[in-house]
């Protein structure tokens, strides 16, 4: 099933390409010249008026939201940047997003660094809204995989919302560092057996998030189209290449972030639970700790290269 779905998927975009480069030879041209024969023969017509959109009256929209993938790289490339220091020098602690922020805003033009970083992960923030209610990329748009699928959107939405937040938190001082998942299982802690047993659902959908990361990244479902016409096949070659080393690092950190909340809810213990950065200083912790830190270190770098490529170079479909 899920192997027919893929290929379905697969065959859509192509057709949306064909589409993409016809509209490009009317571009002087409304839409409404395009043979409406050609749009009723294909059975994917429900699809057209996204691509037709896109090309014909929002193409700074397209470009605002392709900036919103190289602002997502820019954070990631950043967080492995700092996890790789932490492996190699022992005084240095692994950094997740906030504490990423806070350290870009310290450099050279910090501060007008991450209001431009804010304002283009919006763009992302945008694109992941589009999803959740235009078309998230299946056939059957209600069904329960679909609705799980607009959640999921919703939820990444409110993510990357938060992660422009704190960009601009970082700039104008507006609050310090706080443990938001720590501080919300916390809250949930203080209801007996209900909220421990939220805490332990959310932990199995993390660590089920970060399962489907790696199988995404073994079977290469979750690398973007590219625009092969326009890029050189070399490139496109490391691009997936990293795409699947960042996916599965991000992977690995769900996995983690989610059994830590597992841990918390088993044992009652807000302690345990935590983000991105509680994650990487438990690994830190174990046996080895510098190697998973690099490891991961380094698939959080690939992943930023790959989506800084993939705002040049990809193909943009609402899925």
């Not at 008026?49 to 090309?55: F, I, N, Q, S």
């Not at 501060?111 to 990329?137: D, E, K, N, T």
């Not at 938190?169 to 938001?180: N, Q």
Request: with cysteine; charged share 15%.
């Amino acid at each position: 099933m899920e192997q027919s779905e893929a290929v379905d998927q697969d065959e859509q975009e192509n057709i949306l390409s064909q589409v993409e480069a016809k509209l490009s030879q009317y571009h002087s041209t409304s839409t409404s010249e395009i043979s409406n024969s050609e749009i009723v023969s294909n059975p994917y017509r429900k699809a057209f008026p996204c691509a037709l959109r896109r090309r014909g009256v929002f193409p700074f929209l397209r470009q605002y939201i392709l900036l919103g993938f190289a602002a997502k790289g820019v954070v990631y490339f950043l967080i492995g940047i700092l996890a790789i220091e932490a492996a190699i020098l022992p005084e240095k602690k692994a950094a997740g997003t906030y504490t990423a922020l806070k350290h870009l805003s310290r450099q050279p033009l910090g501060s007008a660094l991450l209001c431009l970083l804010s304002v283009a992960l919006l763009g992302y923030v945008i694109r992941r809204l589009l999803q959740a209610i235009i078309y998230p990329g299946h056939a059957s748009n209600f069904s329960f995989k679909g609705i799980l699928q607009r959640m999921g959107y919703i939820v990444s939405s409110l993510s990357y919302a938060g992660i422009a937040y704190s960009a601009l938190s970082v700039v104008f001082k507006l609050g310090k560092y706080d443990d938001k998942i720590k501080h919300s299982v916390e809250k949930l802690f203080e209801q007996p057996i209900i909220g421990e047993a939220i805490v332990l659902m959310a932990g199995i959908a993390v660590t089920g998030v970060g399962i489907a990361y790696l199988q995404g990244a073994y079977t290469g479902s979750y690398i973007s189209k590219f625009t092969s016409a326009n890029m050189d096949h070399r490139l496109e070659y490391c691009a997936r290449l990293m795409g699947k080393i960042g996916i599965a690092a991000r992977g690995i950190a769900f996995i983690v972030t989610g059994g830590c909340l597992i841990l918390a809810s088993v044992a009652s213990d807000s302690d345990f639970a935590g983000g991105l950065q509680h994650a990487f200083r438990l690994l830190a912790a174990q046996p080895l700790g510098w190697l998973w830190l690099g490891l991961i270190g380094s698939g959080f770098i690939a992943y930023g290269i790959y989506m800084l490529i993939a705002a040049r170079y990809r193909f943009y479909t609402i899925r």
